[in-house]
Nanobody, 126 residues
């Protein structure tokens, strides 16, 4: 079973940047498409970004497109989310997740992810 641990969250001012990391253990990261999701208080968990197993394909939610960048380093078993030009509405707990399907195609659906980290809090102050 794969285990995921997020880090890098914190408090940042509007317009600032943060880089989240997700360290994967238990199985080789190269086996998994990886996603970042977030959940704000009182809201449902939502898709943020996804990257294919090889790293060759990425996709982003419209709300973060042009500001966030997802990347991965399979040799280091790590996935990253670079967040720039942060806004108060980006405040949430951010989760990384591993796609349970054995597929080279990405998925934006929560239901396709069966391994989750514990989350890391990102707070953007105005």
């Amino acid at each position: 079973q794969v285990q995921l641990v997020e880090s890098g969250g914190g408090l940042v001012q509007v317009g600032g940047s943060l880089r989240l990391s997700c360290t994967v253990s238990g199985r080789a990261l190269s086996n998994y498409g990886m996603g970042w999701f977030r959940q704000a208080p009182g809201e449902e968990r939502e898709f943020v970004a996804v990257i294919s197993r090889s790293g060759g394909t990425t996709s982003y939610a419209d709300s973060v497109k042009g500001r966030f960048i997802i990347s991965r380093d399979n040799a280091k078993n790590a996935v990253y989310l670079q967040m720039n030009s942060l806004k108060p509405e980006d405040t949430a707990v951010y989760y990384c997740a591993a796609d349970r399907r054995n597929s080279g195609f990405i998925s934006l659906r929560l239901i396709d992810y069966n391994a989750w980290g514990q989350g890391t809090q990102v707070t953007v102050s105005s």
